[in-house]
């Protein structure tokens, strides 16, 4: 069965950081595109950043400058780095597998409270 | 950058009942649009992909259409399963968008 696990959630000041992980069983994060997808409580869903399986990265405004992904191709693990955390990072953080399909697969998502 | 806009933001219905909503974008996405289904404190689930390809183990009283810039998500018979919050999704271009969501409720 293909899954993905977060962890690394938790609360932080206002600027300070944050690293996320996100493992992979049943598939290899190195062959895919992968992609952190965030969603504020009680809010919409808005997609964060995507690695792609040759490097290629893209972020969006909201976090670019700020945020880093990256993989660990032994351990199958999906990261992202986060730095100068303001409050409106406040968030569950999914990881999603991200295919000509869209986002197939997704985590169960942790949640990241940035404090004043 | 492109808008996903979702229409309505609500939806009372009733088991049973058939139920349709529309996402528009802001320019020509093709058929690159997917949608999902969340329910209360999970991970959205992916339903939908290029515009009205059923993902596997999907029921089939899900459906798409649509491409360019107008879509439309049908459900042909609610179930009790159903009642859950729905987006729209482009992957034409970064960065990737949602529509704002439509919470499906039970009238």
């Known amino acids: 069965e293909m899954q993905l696990v977060e962890s690394g959630g938790g609360s932080v000041q206002r600027g300070g950081s944050l690293r996320l992980s996100c493992v992979a069983s049943?598939?290899?994060?190195?062959?895919?595109?992968m992609s952190w997808v965030r969603q504020a409580p009680g809010k919409g869903l808005e997609w964060v950043s995507v690695?792609?399986?040759?490097?290629?990265?893209y972020y969006a405004d909201s976090v670019k400058g700020r945020f880093t992904i990256s993989r660990h191709n032994s351990n199958n693990t999906l990261y992202l780095q986060m730095n100068s955390l303001r409050l409106e990072d406040t968030a569950v953080y999914f990881c999603?597998?991200?295919?000509?399909?869209?986002?197939?697969?997704w985590g169960q998502g942790t949640m990241v409270t940035v404090s004043p | 950058d492109i808008q996903m806009t979702q229409s309505p933001s609500t939806l009372s219905a009733s088991v049973g009942d058939r139920v349709t909503i529309t996402c528009r974008a802001s320019?020509?996405?093709?058929?690159?649009l997917a949608w999902y289904q969340q329910r209360p404190g999970k991970a959205p689930k992916l339903l939908i992909y290029?515009?009205?390809s059923l993902e596997s183990g999907v029921p089939s009283r899900f459906s798409g259409s649509g491409s360019g810039t107008e879509f439309t998500f049908t459900i042909s018979i609610l179930q009790p399963d159903d009642f859950a919050v729905y987006y729209c999704?482009?992957?034409?271009?970064?960065?990737?968008?949602f529509g704002q969501g439509t919470k499906l409720e039970i009238k």
């Open positions: 999603a597998r991200t295919t000509v399909k869209g986002f197939d697969i």
């Open positions: 049943g598939f290899t994060v190195s062959s895919d595109y």
């Open positions: 690695l792609y399986s040759g490097g290629t990265t």
């Open positions: 320019e020509s996405i093709s058929y690159w």
């Open positions: 290029k515009a009205s």
């Open positions: 999704q482009q992957y034409y271009s970064y960065p990737y968008s």
